[in-house]
């Protein structure tokens, strides 16, 4: 099994900075990739962006383009989400997810490993 542990969020008033944390432990998938996801309140959970562990092929969506970037330590099996210029719509609780595909997805349903998810509250 895998397991998923974010850490990193809080209270950050807007135009701050955040760094999410996602530490990846047992069963590892080398060939795979891990994604951020995020829900705001009374929305549908939405894809933010994604990397492969071998290469570090990276994804955005649009949406986050230019102020979020996701990289990996693949020695210390961690993945990282930095946010930058946040605005008061990121609010969100953060969601770390994992995939064996072998490829980079925004698909939701191609992750089969999740984490808790972390909150993050951005004030205006």
């Known amino acids: 099994q895998v397991q998923l542990v974010e850490s990193g969020g809080g209270l950050v008033q807007a135009g701050g900075s955040l760094r999410l944390s996602c530490a990846a432990s047992?069963?590892?998938?080398?060939?795979?990739?891990m994604g951020w996801f995020r829900q705001a309140p009374g929305k549908e959970r939405e894809f933010v962006a994604a990397v492969k562990w071998s290469g570090g092929i990276t994804h955005y969506a649009d949406s986050v383009k230019g102020r979020f970037t996701i990289s990996r330590d693949n020695a210390k099996n961690t993945v990282y989400l930095q946010i930058n210029s946040l605005k008061p719509e990121d609010t969100a609780v953060y969601y770390c997810a994992g995939t064996t595909k072998t490829r980079v997805t925004s698909l939701e349903a191609e992750y089969r490993y999740w984490g808790q998810g972390t909150q993050v509250t951005v004030s205006s």
């Open positions: 047992g069963r590892t998938f080398s060939d795979g990739a």
